[in-house]
């Protein structure tokens, strides 16, 4: 595939000169100029939108309906701006898939699927403009030197993509590791490369970490780079701890590039190629689920798109000095927020993701892994795993004593009834499934907070 260099640079300049905007006035303007031409552009471009904004000017578009996944596959026929039909994206991603062949493309058009963690997988389109623009907003965004700089990049994806590929260059060495793949074979593939930039989920950086204390790995990356799952702080530690460094994130899905780190650590909004909207579930507490519009895609427009994560904003300006927002954490989705019965009325109120996490965390530092399953209101279920020294003995019984007393005092905190809590063992193959030979088969995305059951259709999720 030829990839435009120019085009890319130029993208890689612009994202620079953009960083200086000076104040969130100026960022504001400069948005609101953007995203009244994007939806010029998709009225034109696109059946469903035009349809669907119909009763709305330019000038109102804060006020139009509210997208998701579910309505976005349902109307995706009419909606991308180049023909592509479902049927056909689908076909094609899901041969990708299964061959792990990515190069085909329909026309000059990429496409690939989201991992389908929320229940219904998602497909995505991308031009070759927005794949150039793509590639040089993250080369400006990640990259922790000059472009001018030579720097090998491994980046470990459950699928690959010509999204992903357009980055590579004689000076950029792109190397794609298919998640799939058994780890003595990416330990050996990196153990060669020796890169300078190691980027993948956390759930693979703890493998690897672990590969590095055993001394199997010797590689000295200057930068790591969490992508595609929550950062959990025991992971975060793990990883730090064997690699000697701070680990970065960047928060991206099929809907966007939303968010990187600074140099700070700090993870801020890429406010230069999208506009996010904040549903609170708490404002006190800077808790919201983010609406997005990303004036940057044209192809598979992207507008007033409700996501289903959880992300909290940073109280205190971040030391950097960007204008974009700074966020604290991104905690995971709404379909995990864990519910209680209030003590007033029997009511469900919602207990974030977050607090459930730091209530395990902070109960021992000897949890060394931990998985919170919420089976009913009144009903949950914690594995875990100690530190070996601890694992058997009065030591694991009082961990799991000291974890009930603070799960306890969350739920009489936020006024509601303690469930019942029931301890297991965190077993190896929760998200990492092993052969026989100990080789890994399959790596799920992971998740230390789940909830599994539904809400009534008559319960307000947020009271």
């Excluded at 009082?398 to 301890?423: R, Y």
Aim: aromatic share 10%; charged share 25%; proline share 5%.
């Amino acid at each position: 595939m030829l990839i435009d260099k120019g085009a890319i640079v130029y993208h890689y300049l612009r994202t620079k000169l953009h960083q200086r905007l000076a104040n969130r006035q100026e960022v504001e303007q400069w948005q609101e100029e953007r995203v009244r031409s994007h939806v010029r552009f998709v009225r034109k471009h696109s059946a469903f939108y035009r349809e669907l904004w119909k009763d709305y000017t330019d000038a109102q578009w804060r006020q139009f309906p509210i997208m998701d996944k579910e309505l976005m596959m349902e109307h995706f026929d009419q909606l991308n701006t180049v023909g592509i039909t479902k049927e056909e994206a689908f076909a094609v991603a899901y041969q990708a898939e299964n061959s792990r062949d990515f190069a085909p493309t329909i026309g000059p058009i990429t496409f690939g699927l989201s991992s389908g963690t929320s229940g219904n997988r998602g497909i995505f389109l991308v031009s070759p403009q927005e794949r150039r623009a793509w590639s040089g907003t993250v080369i400006a965004k990640m990259l922790p030197h000059s472009l001018l700089q030579k720097e090998s990049i491994a980046f470990f994806l459950r699928a690959n993509s010509n999204l992903y590929g357009s980055v590579g260059s004689h000076r950029l060495q792109f190397h794609y590791y298919d998640l799939l793949n058994p780890v003595k074979e990416h330990i050996e593939r990196l153990n060669e490369q020796r890169p300078g930039l190691l980027v993948a989920p956390p759930s693979m950086l703890r493998i690897l970490a672990q590969a590095k204390q055993q001394g199997h790995l010797q590689i000295h990356p200057h930068k790591i780079i969490s992508v595609a799952e929550v950062l959990d702080p025991l992971v975060r530690k793990a990883i730090e701890t064997q690699f000697e460094q701070r680990v970065h994130q960047v928060y991206q899905c099929t809907e966007g590039f939303l968010a990187c780190t600074c140099s700070h650590g700090t993870l801020h909004l890429n406010e230069d190629i999208v506009i996010i909207e904040k549903e609170y579930l708490d404002q006190k507490l800077g808790r919201f689920v983010p609406i997005i519009t990303d004036f940057s895609r044209r192809t598979q427009p992207i507008v007033r798109y409700r996501l289903n994560d959880i992300l909290t904003e940073r109280a205190e300006p971040c030391p950097c000095g960007s204008p974009y927002l700074a966020i604290e954490s991104i905690e995971g989705r709404c379909d995990d927020i864990f519910y209680g019965y209030s003590l007033h009325d029997d009511r469900l109120r919602p207990i974030f993701p977050d607090f459930i996490s730091r209530a395990i965390i902070q109960a021992s530092e000897k949890v060394v892994e931990y998985l919170a399953i919420q089976h009913t209101p009144d009903r949950i279920e914690i594995c875990l795993r100690v530190d070996e020294a601890d694992e058997a003995g009065s030591r694991s019984a009082q961990i799991e004593e000291h974890i009930t007393h603070a799960m306890n005092d969350l739920f009489l905190k936020i006024n509601c009834k303690p469930p019942a809590i029931e301890f297991n063992v965190y077993e190896q193959d929760i998200y990492a499934r092993y052969d026989k030979q100990g080789e890994l088969t399959e790596l799920k995305k992971l998740r230390r907070v789940e909830r599994r059951f539904q809400l009534g259709e008559d319960t307000d999720p947020f009271i």
